[in-house]
């Protein structure tokens, strides 16, 4: 082996590492983009059509409130996340237990009874 090939060699080990790390982070970055589960709750006066919501720990989900009559929005207690009519949070399911969502807009004579519960397991 010639003495010009040794820094050569070094250079190329190092390039090699550099772009396997890369692509993990690569991979990695590409994750939070992934959904396990999608769900629509529809609010009217004065209840959300879905009332149980069960999902597995470290679940990523999407809740989008579309509300179908009045105007409501949710607020999911123990994870403190609000979501707004027409509007769609995203969020990790990372503490295992029920969790309360609420109705957080006065609406009227029927506000109390808009609630549901998520289930963590
Ligand atoms: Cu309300």
Known sequence: MKR??????FVFAISAIVTGCGS???QKAASPGKVDKTITINAKNFEF???EIKLKKDDIVSIT????????AIHIEGYDKDIKGNETVTF???RIGK???????FCGNGHSDMVGTIIVE
């Open 4 to 9: 010009w090939m040794l820094p050569v060699g």
């Open 24 to 26: 993990k982070e690569g």
């Open 49 to 51: 059509d879905q009332k």
């Open 65 to 72: 409130l579309k509300n179908s009559q009045g105007i409501h």
């Open 92 to 94: 990790t399911a990372d």
């Open 99 to 105: 969790f309360d969502y609420v109705c957080s807009i």
